[in-house]
């Protein structure tokens, strides 16, 4: 076994050694609880109400995780550094995205100790995991917080320099985003601090609980605190598929929508054995999909098809004319344009998705 790096914040007191594995330890295996509680849910489906959630298990499990970051962070790496210590620690913390995420949940922490209000978690999706559902929840917005808790600045912050700033890092750093992965960026930064107060399984480096046991997923879950977090998956996800062009022999465009002004482009990607699947796509990628060799068309109202290309100015053209006044049909039956939005928004909000309908895995929508 490799000896265990010296990190950013050492402890050195005994005691506080003590402590801090102790406390590092709880951490990891609330986690793991946060984890497995997600799939124990009495979640359920309803033939009449839909899906109706069930999140309160997982809220009792987050509960002492919170308890246990914030006495890492105040009774075990600050208690054991001299004042100038404690500032570069503070400096570190304003400064590191995964320390923003630790002092973002002194805020969820406080408000389950100090308010007479909870902090609910918001479901982000539910899995279907072994004839029942996994629920994944992600921390409210901050601006969907109750008043109490965003009007309260005066917890117990303000004895230890962090008053008011745990607003602004919940704001940046844990609001909507998913529970899980911020439990995981405060082990990290501990991890990081101070290394040594792992719990590790015997005779190896590996951390115990760690990876998360797998449940049923259909794109990336961060199940350690190594591993990147989904937002930066995520990012390089959507940068490979619109850096790769299409899917398909040709992408059909038949309508074009305005979204708070910007042209978005529906339509149907001709797969194999002439099978198509739903796309959106802004102008800005379709010029560049052209650019690279593949090749659209543009479907008119009158039932003409017209090849999409880029003239001399650099500007997408069909049928001589710019494509955004190509006389395209307009979506029939009342809820389809909005059922073409939806599925444009979706593809914005989620990079996994857009992957899909870029790479030979998009969803036909009726026509």
Same mark, same amino acid.
């Given at each position: 076994?490799?000896?265990?790096?010296?990190?950013?914040?050492?402890?050195?007191?005994?005691?506080?050694?003590?402590?801090?594995?102790?406390?590092?330890?709880?951490?990891?295996?609330?986690?793991?609880?946060?984890?497995?509680?997600?799939?124990?849910?009495?979640t359920t489906l309803c033939r009449h109400h839909g899906i109706e959630v069930d999140s309160e298990r997982i809220a009792l499990e987050i509960a002492?995780?919170?308890?246990?970051?914030?006495?890492?962070?105040?009774?075990?790496?600050?208690?054991?550094?001299?004042?100038?210590?404690?500032?570069?620690?503070?400096?570190?913390?304003?400064?590191?995205?995964?320390?923003?995420?630790?002092?973002?949940?002194?805020?969820?922490?406080?408000?389950?100790?100090?308010?007479?209000?909870?902090?609910?978690?918001?479901?982000?999706?539910?899995?279907?995991?072994?004839?029942?559902?996994?629920?994944?929840?992600?921390?409210?917005?901050?601006?969907?917080?109750?008043?109490?808790?965003?009007?309260?600045?005066?917890?117990?912050?303000?004895?230890?320099?962090?008053?008011?700033?745990?607003? *602004? =890092?919940?704001?940046?750093? /844990?609001? @909507?985003?998913?529970?899980? +992965?911020?439990?995981?960026? !405060? &082990?990290?930064?501990?991890?990081?601090?101070?290394?040594?107060?792992?719990?590790?399984?015997?005779?190896?480096?590996?951390?115990a609980y760690f990876p998360l046991p797998p449940y049923t997923v259909h794109d990336y879950e961060r199940r350690h605190p190594d591993q990147p977090?989904?937002?930066?998956v995520g990012a390089e996800v959507r940068r490979l598929a619109q850096h790769d062009v299409p899917s398909g022999s040709v992408r059909e465009i038949?309508?074009?929508?305005?979204?708070?002004?910007?042209?978005?482009?529906?339509?149907?990607?001709?797969?194999?054995?002439?099978?198509?699947?739903?796309?959106?796509?802004?102008?800005?990628?379709?010029?560049?999909?052209?650019?690279?060799?593949?090749?659209?068309?543009?479907?008119?109202?009158?039932?003409?098809?017209?090849?999409?290309?880029? *003239? =001399?100015?650099?500007?997408? /053209?069909? @049928?001589?004319?710019?494509? +955004?006044?190509?006389?395209? !049909? &307009?979506?029939?039956?009342?809820?389809?344009?909005?059922?073409?939005?939806?599925?444009?928004?979706?593809?914005?909000?989620?990079?996994?998705?857009?992957?899909?309908?870029?790479?030979?895995?998009?969803?036909?929508?009726?026509?």
């Open positions: 076994m490799e000896q265990t790096p010296i990190g950013l914040f050492p402890v050195a007191d005994a005691d506080l050694q003590a402590k801090g594995r102790q406390k590092m330890h709880g951490l990891a295996l609330y986690i793991a609880h946060v984890w497995e509680a997600s799939a124990s849910t009495d002492p995780a919170l308890a246990a970051i914030r006495t890492l962070d105040l009774e075990v790496i600050r208690a054991g550094l001299d004042p100038a210590g404690v500032q570069r620690y503070l400096d570190r913390q304003k400064s590191d995205p995964q320390g923003q995420v630790v002092l973002g949940l002194v805020l969820a922490r406080n408000a389950d100790i100090h308010l007479p209000a909870t902090l609910d978690v918001q479901v982000d999706r539910i899995v279907g995991e072994d004839g029942g559902f996994r629920v994944i929840p992600a921390w409210e917005p901050y601006d969907r917080l109750p008043p109490v808790v965003r009007e309260n600045r005066r917890g117990p912050g303000r004895r230890n320099g962090t008053s008011g700033q745990s607003h *602004d =890092a919940y704001r940046d750093a /844990v609001g @909507g985003h998913l529970v899980i +992965e911020t439990l995981l960026d !405060a &082990l990290a930064f501990f991890l990081r601090c101070d290394p040594a107060l792992a719990r590790r399984v015997a005779g190896t480096d590996e951390l977090n989904r937002a930066d038949s309508y074009r929508l305005l979204d708070d002004g910007q042209a978005v482009y529906c339509g149907y990607t001709v797969e194999q054995f002439g099978v198509k699947s739903a796309f959106t796509e802004a102008g800005p990628q379709i010029l560049r999909d052209v650019r690279a060799g593949f090749p659209y068309a543009a479907l008119a109202s009158d039932g003409a098809r017209q090849e999409v290309a880029v *003239d =001399a100015g650099g500007l997408l /053209v069909a @049928g001589g004319y710019a494509l +955004e006044d190509y006389p395209f !049909a &307009l979506p029939y039956r009342h809820p389809l344009p909005q059922t073409w939005l939806a599925w444009w928004r979706l593809a914005l909000e989620d990079p996994f998705w857009y992957r899909r309908q870029r790479r030979s895995e998009g969803r036909t929508l009726d026509r």
